[in-house]
């Protein structure tokens, strides 16, 4: 009899585990559970469908059904997974009529990702309260930004400030109001993040930080919101307040959480119970610089740890080693990057470290079109050795964020960064690369310290 994979939850990681099973072993028999009903598509662009920059919601489906097919990849829509029975290896599911099946499995994969939270302040049962997870979320707002003339976002993180900057290009007056005091604060430190707020403002974005929304006012239908006494007009919210790990099923089958609240796992993404694994946002990573437990919660370590657990379950050798929770992002004409720690993450866990910062060209000074870019570098004091880099500019940012990725993966030292041999061509960068240049800064900066 072939073998038997059941995953639960087909989008980034679910899928891509699946595919990479397939590569490993032709005869292993893959089913896919998915509560939703399209096949995996990517979260990721549903902002720049709300801002016009894709046309259709429908273009975000990764794969059309053909590829299940030719995968030999049973993928079954709308069937909910209600039960693991870990003894004699079955997953109970419900299809979309009500049925109850179950299905056998020789090995498991949780792929359950993860659901937006929402806080519990005052008014949230009214209409024109939304979300922004999942394709039907998306055309919920994208419906509400049609008839809005003003909408306020919960929450500056990245996914906030995406759907913010939507609200703009759709023509609403878009207001984001984030309890912190500054914004994008999981990603940036306040000094970057404060260059990103100016040009958001620039555009005409309304940003309120240091204070959260209190209750949502309205009777049936939301009016406005207020923050810190304050009332704020408004036809739609959209709360963009963070994430919560699905782990309701494994937590329930007995598999171990981490204290992060994901599911636990090793390199090899297999969980506390044999032969089922967990990959993506429903699970945990370890962070490459502290080595503490983290969630990374980005499409680039769910299908990352979603090969891993894939190839492992068809009985290959693979091992994910774990997240920088690199990522990147573009706000009108900014491009935002980030890779590592920010200084403040740094300090709080009690790593003392030194900061180059530089704002040079993306082009040779004298070359029509250079645009600005804004590099920092955070290093540890002690060993010398890059643990963080954001970067913020017109263009170019995501190669260098990638770059530096690269390094901080590989150990690099500031010294060895400064003295890095890169390229250059008028149209295309400076004769001096800026993160060599500012290696440079904070090796002076170090110097400086111990003199
Ligand atoms: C608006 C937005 C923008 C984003 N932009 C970026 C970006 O630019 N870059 C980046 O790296 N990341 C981005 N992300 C994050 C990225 O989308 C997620 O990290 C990624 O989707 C995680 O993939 P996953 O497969 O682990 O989980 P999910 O995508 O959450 O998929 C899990 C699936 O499992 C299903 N499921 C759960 N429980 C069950 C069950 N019991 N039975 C059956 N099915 C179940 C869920 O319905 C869901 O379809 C963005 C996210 C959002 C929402």
């Known amino acids: 009899l072939p073998r038997k994979i059941v995953i639960i939850g087909a989008n980034a990681a679910g899928v891509e585990a699946a595919s990479s099973a397939r590569k490993i072993d032709r005869s292993v028999e893959i089913t896919l559970l998915t509560k939703e009903k399209r096949p995996a598509y990517s979260r990721c662009g549903l902002p720049y469908v709300l801002g016009r920059h894709i046309s259709n919601f429908e273009n975000l489906i990764i794969f059309s059904p053909s590829y299940y097919h030719l995968m030999k990849l049973d993928l079954r829509l709308e069937c909910t997974a209600t039960n693991i029975d870990k003894n004699s290896k079955t997953v109970d599911f419900r299809d979309k009529t009500g049925n109850q099946e179950e299905l056998q499995f020789d090995d498991l994969i949780m792929a359950t990702g993860s659901r937006p939270f929402v806080p519990p302040i ?204 690199s990522s990147v992002t573009k706000m009108f004409d900014l491009e935002i990057g980030a890779t590592g720690l920010t200084a403040s993450a740094a300090e709080k866990n009690g790593i003392k470290t030194v900061i180059g910062k530089l704002t040079s060209k993306t082009k040779a000074e004298y070359y029509p079109g250079a645009k600005q870019i804004t590099i920092k570098l955070i290093i540890d004091r002690l060993t010398r050795r890059i643990i963080g880099s954001q970067i913020v500019g017109g263009e170019e940012v995501t190669q260098r964020i990638n770059a530096l990725s690269f390094a901080i993966q590989k150990q690099m030292s500031v010294d060895e960064l400064s003295v890095a041999e890169t390229c250059y061509s008028p149209p295309l960068n400076e004769t001096w690369e800026p993160m060599v240049l500012t290696a440079e800064i904070a090796i002076r900066k170090l110097k400086r310290q111990k003199d």
Do not use: W
Request: with cysteine; glycine share 14%; hydrophobic share 40%.
């Open 122 to 325: 005052k008014g949230l049962n009214k209409a024109g309260i939304h979300v922004l997870r999942t394709l039907d979320d998306g055309q919920k707002i994208d419906r509400a930004l049609e008839k809005s003339k003003s909408i306020i976002i919960v929450g500056a993180g990245l996914v906030g400030l995406e759907t913010a900057v939507a609200g703009i290009e759709r023509g609403v007056e878009t207001t984001v109001v984030e309890l912190l005091p500054y914004i994008l604060p999981q990603t940036l430190d306040r000094d970057i993040a404060k260059l990103v707020l100016k040009k958001l403002e620039e555009k005409g974005l309304k940003i309120m930080i240091g204070s959260g929304v209190d209750e949502i006012y309205g009777t049936t239908k939301v009016r406005g919101v207020s923050v810190a006494g304050k009332k704020i007009p408004a036809d739609t919210v959209v709360f963009s307040t963070g994430v919560r790990p699905n782990v309701e099923l494994a937590q329930k089958a007995g598999i171990l959480l981490g204290e992060t609240g994901g599911i636990k796992t090793n390199m090899g993404m297999e969980t506390s119970v044999k032969d089922i694994y967990a990959c993506g946002d429903c699970a945990e990573t370890i962070n490459l610089i502290t080595h503490k437990p983290m969630l990374s919660q980005l499409g680039t370590t769910a299908v990352n740890q979603g090969r891993v657990a894939g190839i492992n379950a068809a009985g290959g050798y693979a091992r994910f080693l774990g997240s920088l929770g």
